[in-house]
């Protein structure tokens, strides 16, 4: 038990000084390095654009807190992931420990103005040896992907508030330019129109080769 709140109050010192470090804002396109250590969701590239590219994802199980309400997504993010960290320390139905996994994903449903909150979800990639039968737990709920598509831009440094909008908007500036704009545009309408989602790959512990993507959720037939 020490050892859980000692672990959690570390987290805790280390997420609240995110906005601290700087973000250098650079297409960077490398693939996270913590991927290499841990596990990630598997896919494959479909198309390597400019300033882009087009994923697919494989069919997985993701562990998801309900909506927050905040104007912060550093915020937002910071206290699902905190749910989140619990429930992998022990906290759910098995009482059971689970691997960490990587990217947090951050999904943003934007508000209509710059003082209106908006609505964020947290989601943890599920390890494969716990697909099957993920554990259940109070105040999260269990989500399935099947074949999925994304189109993804990479910044780096730690993530701020007021990266959010810039990214995503340098990304749609790029599909726009490409063939990708009426295919992903058509998708969306389908899939999670007006929201897209934030991919963090590092520990707090990193502080250099940090790699973010910023996804836009689209169906393809």
Known sequence: MA?????????LSLLSSLTNWPNTNQNIGISPPSCSRIECPSYDVIHAGNGFEIRRYNSSMWISTSPIEDISFVDATRS????????????NKYSEKIEMTAPVLTQVSPSDGPFCASSFGVSFYV??????????AKGLHVQKWNTKYAAVRQFSGFVKDSDI????????????????????EKGEATSLPSSYIVAQYNSPFEFENRVNEIWMMFDMK
């Open 165 to 184: 909008g810039v990214e995503a908007a340098a990304l749609h500036e790029s599909l726009v330019a490409s063939s990708w704009a009426d295919i992903v």
């Open 80 to 91: 699902g992931f905190l749910q989140l960290f619990k429930y992998i320390q022990g906290k």
């Open 127 to 136: 390890p494969k040896v716990n697909q099957a039968d993920p554990p259940p």
């Open 3 to 11: 050892t859980n709140l000692f672990n959690l109050s570390v987290v």
